[in-house]
């Protein structure tokens, strides 16, 4: 047969397509189920990681058991809504109107005993997107813990964002400031932010993906200012 | 003999003499994304070899059957395959280390130290040949990036691996980490010095 013949040539490609198709159709199919089980893991552990809990390897879906008493969704008013609070995508959510958006809250109780409320946030850096878990007390303005990913950022530059130096300037911060609320904003090392609202040093060569968790606690903070309010109030 | 003599060279040539990033200058692209910490470097690594030594063995079993005009979409096809079936395994097994090396794992496809290995030698060569000569140039690409990312990790951020290297006191005698060093450009002079180095040592490698 004339392997540089258009009909060799066409079946050939056809055929390898098919094949390498296959292939990954099953590799993807088998291994899905293993995928999901390992993302859902790796999400408790971020949300623990919020509350400065670290799991040991194997434990982590015992101790978000243990440590998550309670998982809930509000809307903007601070009033509970039905739902699956764990599997609310917030990458979608972020981009609603404040309103519009399901919120998620996970109530945490550490092993001291005190009531810890940990709120996702979504945005993006430089090269894709950013998240993380932000813990509040239970009076409802002070940071307790905060936890950032990343997908892509860039390494030792932007990536710094998820290393314990950055997240824990948070800790002690506070989102309402004399009963307004004020999302705590991320300036260059050594700058104060134009209002008085409670400010981090951003990461030096990482100013893009710094704003980028500037903006990100700005937007998905916000909608929470109701149901903070309210924990405040109480 | 004379094939057993071929067939060290195949695994070892690219180690030193045959190198694909320092002599050949291919693959220069990951070396500068990848090594600004040395954990995604010999991750990175790894991942090379076992693609580059699959995707080899892959393209030298079929090569007979490849027809000419569409070989380049063939190889692309394979590789590109077996790295999103790595991406998956990975994933999958060792989610963490996925997690760490995210966008980096879809960017072997593009690395052209596959891309040349395959048209060089896959194509003309027996299937255990091809795989000593991935295996041997993945090693080679790894080295370089180890060596690569031990410098840069070591004078930009004083760890290595994570860990501190770079004492306490140092920092307190008014040592500052080169914060040019995590920056992509500085993964070009090192290497340029891992070539000058080399070159110096191997007098046939030097060009007249």
């Known amino acids: 047969m004339n392997k540089q013949s258009n009909t060799y040539t066409l079946i050939y490609i056809l055929v390898l397509a098919a094949v390498v198709g296959t292939a990954l159709a099953f590799t993807s199919l088998s291994l899905h189920d293993r995928q999901l089980e390992n993302a859902d893991l790796d999400k408790m552990s971020q949300i623990l990681a919020s509350a400065g809990i670290v799991p040991e390897k194997g434990q982590v879906a015992a101790d978000f058991k243990k440590y998550i008493i309670a998982q809930e969704i509000v809307d903007c008013d601070g009033n509970r809504v039905e739902g699956d609070a764990f599997n609310v995508d917030v990458a979608a959510q972020s981009k609603l109107n404040d309103c519009g958006r399901q919120l998620p809250v996970f109530v945490c109780r550490p092993d001291d005993g005190s009531t810890k409320y940990i709120l996702p946030v979504y945005g993006s850096g430089l090269w894709g997107p950013i998240w993380g878990y932000i813990a509040i007390d239970s009076d409802g303005t002070t940071v307790y813990g905060a936890y950032f990913a990343h997908q892509g950022e860039t390494p030792g530059l932007g990536a710094e964002i998820v290393k314990p130096e950055f997240r824990n300037q948070f800790e002690g911060k506070r989102l309402i400031k004399n009963g307004v609320f004020m999302p705590i904003s991320v300036v260059k090392a050594g700058q104060k932010p134009s209002g008085n609202e409670d400010y981090v040093d951003g990461v030096s060569g990482g100013t893009i993906t710094s704003k980028g968790v500037g903006t990100m606690l700005d937007n998905c903070l916000s909608p929470y200012k109701s149901f903070l309010n309210q924990l405040s109030n109480n | 003999m004379s094939e057993k003599i071929s067939l060290k060279g195949a695994l070892f040539n690219p180690l030193s003499k045959n190198n694909p990033v320092v002599v050949q200058v291919l693959g220069i692209c990951s070396v500068l994304a990848v090594t600004a910490k040395l954990e995604p470097a010999i991750v990175m690594g790894i991942s090379v070899i076992a693609v580059l030594a699959f995707s080899n063995v892959i393209i030298s079993l079929i090569r007979n059957t490849i027809p000419t005009n569409i070989r380049i979409i063939v190889q ?133």
């Open chain 2, 76 to 208: 692309l096809v394979v590789v590109a395959g077996l790295v999103v079936i790595v991406d998956q395994l990975l994933k999958a097994y060792a989610y963490d280390v996925s997690k760490q090396l995210s966008v980096f794992i879809g960017l072997i496809i593009t690395n052209c130290i596959l891309m040349g290995r395959l048209e060089a030698f896959a194509m003309a060569n027996k299937p255990l040949p091809s795989f000593l000569d991935g295996i041997g140039n993945g090693l080679g690409y790894t080295v370089i990036l180890v060596i690569v990312g031990f410098f840069r990790e070591l004078l930009g951020s004083g760890t290595l691996l994570g860990y501190q290297v770079v004492p306490d006191s140092f920092y307190e005698a008014g040592y500052v980490n080169n914060g040019l060093m995590i920056l992509p450009p500085m993964a070009l002079i090192i290497v340029a010095c891992i070539i000058w180095v080399q070159r110096a040592r191997n007098k046939d490698l030097q060009e007249p």
